[in-house]
């Protein structure tokens, strides 16, 4: 199982980015997949997912609104379009994939996954 995420880099306040997690070893269909992002000194936080069975979408409440998770079966790629973005949104930003069907309270938790990728790096300049 590997995962690559890309699409990070530098955008002023109020620009947009699209990140891209391509995936192998796997196929999405059995893995819900996720986005994770970690600023300098905090801990790394849950972004949004998209479930396995049904393609429920969980966004963060900071992220709502502004930011959209989609995947591509075909290409075996999620996608993060991020839009109106904030020097806040500054961070590493990581997917995520597990073969697991999470929850509300479960979602955001990067426990509840088990395979990850290195990070894109997103700066946002004020």
């Known amino acids: 199982v590997q995962l690559q995420a890309s699409g990070g880099g530098l955008v002023q306040t109020g620009g947009s980015l699209r990140l891209s997690c391509a995936a192998s070893g796997f196929s999405l269909n059995y893995y819900t997949m996720c986005w994770f992002r970690q600023a300098p000194g905090k801990e790394r936080e849950g972004v949004s997912c998209?479930?396995?069975?049904?393609?429920?979408?969980y966004y963060a409440q900071s992220v709502k609104g502004r930011f959209t998770i989609s995947r591509d079966n075909a290409k075996n790629t999620v996608y993060l379009d991020m839009n109106s973005l904030g020097p806040e949104d500054t961070a590493v930003y990581y997917c995520?994939?597990?073969?697991?069907?999470?929850?509300?309270?479960?979602?955001?938790?990067?426990?509840?996954?088990?395979?990850w990728g290195q990070g894109t790096l997103v700066t946002v300049s004020s």
């Open positions: 995520e994939a597990g073969a697991v069907s999470p929850i509300q309270s479960s979602w955001a938790s990067s426990r509840t996954y088990d395979n």
């Open positions: 998209i479930r396995r069975s049904d393609g429920k979408k």
